[in-house]
């Protein structure tokens, strides 16, 4: 059978970040209950002054593959759990691999609870086959041949942990859209909320409540990005939210902006878009 060549993405929602070289690629279908997608940054040059760009936790996590600093591309893990800053000098080269809320957990075996920072190398989480895997990228030189073999490296992953579609797959897309209270939510399952909880913390490192909470936020964020012109209060309401106050201190508390802040800095990087 032919092997799988990721597809490029639509980078639509990211133009923010064409100045990085940014774009985006799909896994293979097996892989996409756990995988989000596989992205790229290259740029040989950057500017003379260092870029930054924010990151928000959303529950997700990611492994980073940076080719720029020696021979085998170096590999480090990330599990976001306060906003912080990306900064990039010089040039970047970078491949990276966004896991759903427990995709890391299910193909990589990595317990989200048991991290006590937001970054480790592959290394100290002793990621599997991950030196194999370096050198199979340092050799080969187009970014469609590492694009496969990291797709082949993860499909071999699920096939070795057996990786399933479990419960917290399942309830995931159910849980951000659900508008009832999450031991309601768990009452229709069987387990208890306690359960559950952990089952969330070891797999997510973010309890159901919490994933809940940073999904209405990262829609929010997506929305005021997009039609940065739309009414928040509206806003407030398509996310979830009928108390607006409650919606401005939660945005707040994620993002460390106010809705409007962050709608005034989408605006400004619109209408003055770094060089390409």
Known sequence: ??????????????????HLGFQR?????QLRPW??????????????????????????SSLGLDFASGELPVASFNATKTSGKMVFTGSIHRIGIRFHPG?????????????????????????????????????ASEISQRLTLIDTWLLERANITQAASGLVQQLLPRLMLAQEPI?????????SLRQLERKFQVEVGFSPAQVKQLHRIKLARALISQSPDQPLVQIAVDTGFYDQAHFIRQFQKITGLTPNQYRLKKMSQKYNPLPT
């Open 35 to 60: 995988v989000q997608c596989y992205w790229i940054a290259r740029r040989d040059q950057l500017p003379d002054h260092s870029l930054s760009e924010t990151v928000y936790p959303d529950a997700g």
């Open 103 to 139: 995709g890391a957990f299910q193909l990589l075996g990595v317990e989200m609870s048991a991290l006590t920072q937001d970054e480790f190398s592959a290394d100290a989480l002793a990621l599997p086959d991950i030196e194999q895997l370096q050198y199979q990228l340092a050799e």
């Open 1 to 18: 059978m032919a092997p799988y060549h990721p597809q490029s993405i639509n980078n639509a929602p990211f133009n923010s970040l064409q």
């Open 25 to 29: 690629f799909m896994p293979h279908p």
């Open 183 to 191: 031991a309601d939510l768990s009452s229709q399952l069987p387990i």
